[in-house]
């Protein structure tokens, strides 16, 4: 499958997903599905791929259910504070969720998107096993125990963005996919 990033309605970027294996860009260009006017929109979806958007709409069906105007956009590898800001201005009236991997970098890009909404941002730092976090406040925590509502709590972020994490043993939605795949 292919997947078609734009930036200003013009493609830059493709993402290609077949069998197991996903090539995702590292853009500022995103993709976008939505069945309703960006300002319509009561629910954004966030997530890095468009295979990772569409096994949470595969898997995780309540949200398609009822009245409530969805819409997904994958971000690519390396989201930035030009998409969000983007989106904050396009879909002044949807609550954002974030479908971001389960490991540290998908918990950090979590508390990343919160502070863009906010327009707001901190520098992350990775330092063995400890996470150091550079902002307005600044704390060290073990990764290990490192949380976006624990980064909340502690940043004192009132962020109303909400996380969804596949259950463990996965990474990201993506690999519902995978698993599908093998059997």
């Known amino acids: 499958m292919e997947f078609n990033y734009a930036r200003s309605g013009t493609i830059s970027e493709k993402e290609f997903w077949k069998d197991d294996v996903l090539e995702c860009p590292s853009t500022t260009a995103i993709w976008l599905a939505s069945d309703t006017a960006p300002e319509l929109a009561s629910h954004l979806f966030l997530g890095y791929s468009a295979r990772d ?38 879909f002044p009236n949807a609550k954002v969720h974030a479908l971001f991997g389960t490991d540290i970098i998908g918990r950090i890009a979590d508390c990343k998107v919160a502070l863009w909404l906010h327009q707001s941002d901190a520098e992350f730092r990775l330092v063995d096993d ?28 009132h962020s109303q963005m909400r996380t969804h994490k596949p259950t463990y043993p996965l990474g990201t939605y993506g690999d519902y996919f995978s698993i599908l795949d093998k059997s």
């Open 53 to 90: 958007i569409l096994s949470f709409a595969h898997f995780c069906t309540d949200w398609l259910i009822g009245s409530q105007s969805v819409a997904f956009a994958a971000l690519g590898m390396l989201p930035s504070r030009i998409q969000i800001d983007w989106f904050r201005l396009k």
């Open 130 to 157: 400890y996470l150091m976090v550079n902002g307005k406040l600044s704390f060290t925590m073990l990764c290990d125990q490192f949380s976006f509502d624990r980064f909340k709590r502690k940043y004192r972020l």
